[in-house]
């Protein structure tokens, strides 16, 4: 969880704070949000290094350790998260979000009794704070669940949502709103979705569906946009939003049914049916039965991938080699159930690994980005990309032309991955073979578009990136107007 200043949705807030502290460059408050204006505009390397710059100044500055641990807990980076919550509790042990972040680390790290000790104290010492009791509860719940308590569980979600979660954004703007609710999860699964809101257009609400009954009256708005995008982290929530999007006349963005259709293991199984495309074989097992015999019973070889439900940016995804690996790698992975995944070499036969991005916006193609790796787990933040010329000009051509890149059967098969996904805004990752061929390696609503830094090398990934957001953010308004 983090600390923020407050909510920032465009870049021209950002150029504000700047100009506030070209005024007053030794006000540290304003540093603080300007790594947040960074952080929520989906720069996270730049607000890594803001928050960083707070910490030179102030080391036990509260909000700059609690949010590089949160940036840190999201790349799966444990040991500098832990080292950024630690410190922040260390700072401030009565701090709400403090205590919270504790307890989700040592929840992630199958520690049950040590993070129910923090959410206990959030819930004695803060009785009359709604919010530090809904995620204490929903916490509590989870680690029920966890330990297959589920009636324990039931009291901590009826406790956690026992009244509507709501909350409104400020609009900025001078004519009459649209009005967006957004749905999103009281534990994680969201989309990316904060660059899709103009202020300045629209009036966003936000309500967790989990605190929604047929007795509640929802808020005014002209359209939903459900931001719950991950089926397997927060089926719940989408099946709690089912109901809730059924009780309103306005058009719905990302309806909760087809996301829910949208599973790892579910999707690839009918993604393997798109001619010229690969989609690698996976299977979602109990954690127990994740064993070399069970694996070579049900026809993986090695090398091969495991991965934790529900976590993204390469968290929690590990691969094992050979089958004396398998129990070394699985005791890595938190969770109950986890992934087993072909591996499929996707490498060129210049020995780079490439991760292609394409994002789908009502039904239309835009690619966003193209990263390069010499390792087998690709992601844009750890790519070879800042210091190789050759490798920005291959993804310039990648984001000027997609047809050239991928070929009239590529085209064909994104064309489809779209259509298959079913969703109104989604998107994929895939890699190429040695031979040309489309490896997929994820296709869901989270695939999140990262504008890029100011560094000028990256001038040529704004147009791009702009298309795409600026196709979610017409969509919306049109949604609303033209239902």
Same mark, same amino acid.
């Given at each position: ?139 509590? @719940?989870? +680690? !029920?669940?966890?330990? *297959?308590?589920? #009636?324990?569980?039931? /009291?901590?979600?009826? $406790? =956690?949502?026992?009244? &509507? ?103 690839? @199984?009918? +993604? !393997?049916?798109?001619? *010229?495309?690969? #989609?690698?074989?996976? /299977?979602?097992?109990? $954690? =127990?039965?994740?064993? &070399? ?105 990648? +984001? ?84």
């Amino acid at each position: 969880m983090r600390v923020t200043a407050v909510p920032f949705s465009d870049v021209s807030q950002l150029r504000a704070i700047e100009r506030m502290i070209e005024a007053k460059p030794g006000e540290l408050r304003l540093h603080f949000a300007r790594a947040c204006a960074l952080d929520d505009l989906g720069r996270p390397d730049d607000a890594a290094a803001g928050y960083q710059a707070v910490l030179e100044r102030d080391p036990r500055h509260f909000g700059a350790l609690t949010n590089l641990g949160s940036l840190a807990l999201a790349r799966g980076d444990m040991v500098r998260a832990w080292m950024c919550f630690h410190r922040a509790f260390d700072a401030d042990p009565n701090d709400v979000i403090g205590r919270l972040n504790m307890a989700q680390f040592y929840a992630e790290q199958g520690a049950y009794d040590v993070a129910r000790l923090h959410y206990d104290f959030v819930i004695a010492n803060r009785p009359g704070d709604a919010h530090a009791n809904l995620h204490a509860n929903n916490g509590l @719940a989870a +680690l !029920a669940e966890r330990e *297959g308590d589920l #009636a324990a569980a039931a /009291v901590y979600r009826e $406790r =956690a949502f026992a009244n &509507p979660i709501v909350w409104a954004f400020p609009y900025h703007g001078t004519g009459d709103p649209v009005r967006v609710l957004i749905l999103t999860a009281a534990h994680g699964g969201d989309v990316v979705s904060n660059l899709f809101f103009d202020d300045r257009v629209v009036q966003r609400t936000i309500m967790m569906p989990e605190s929604y009954a047929p007795n509640v009256v929802l808020p005014q708005h002209d359209v939903i946009f459900n931001g719950v995008g991950e089926p397997d982290g927060a089926r719940a929530t989408l099946e709690r939003a089912i109901p809730l999007v059924a009780a309103s006349p306005a058009p719905v963005i990302n309806d909760p049914r087809a996301v829910l259709r949208t599973g790892r293991a579910q999707m690839m @199984a009918q +993604l !393997a049916a798109i001619d *010229g495309l690969i #989609a690698p074989r996976t /299977v979602r097992y109990p $954690r =127990a039965e994740i064993t &070399p015999e069970r694996l070579a019973a049900d026809g993986f070889a090695y090398p091969l991938l495991l991965r934790s439900p529900g976590f993204h940016a390469g968290a929690h995804f590990e691969r094992a080699d050979t089958a004396a690996d398998v129990e070394r790698v699985v005791a890595l992975l938190p969770g109950t159930e986890l992934y087993a995944i072909e591996y499929v070499d996707a490498y060129g036969n210049d020995g780079w690994m490439r991760k292609y991005r394409v994002a789908f916006v009502d039904g239309v193609l835009y690619p966003v980005h193209m990263a390069l790796a010499r390792q087998w787990k690709v992601h844009y933040f750890s790519a070879a990309m800042s210091d190789h010329a050759e490798h920005r000009a291959e993804e310039a051509r990648f +984001l000027d032309d997609l047809a050239a890149t991928v070929g009239a059967a590529g085209m064909q098969a994104l064309t489809t991955v779209a259509r298959t996904l079913g969703l109104d805004v989604g998107g994929v990752d895939f890699g190429r073979t040695a031979d040309g061929r489309l490896v997929v390696f994820e296709a869901n609503a989270t695939m999140a578009i990262y504008p890029p830094g100011e560094d000028p090398r990256w001038d040529y990934r704004r147009a791009a990136i702009d298309r795409a957001i600026h196709a979610v953010r017409d969509m919306i308004v049109r949604r609303a107007v033209t239902p």
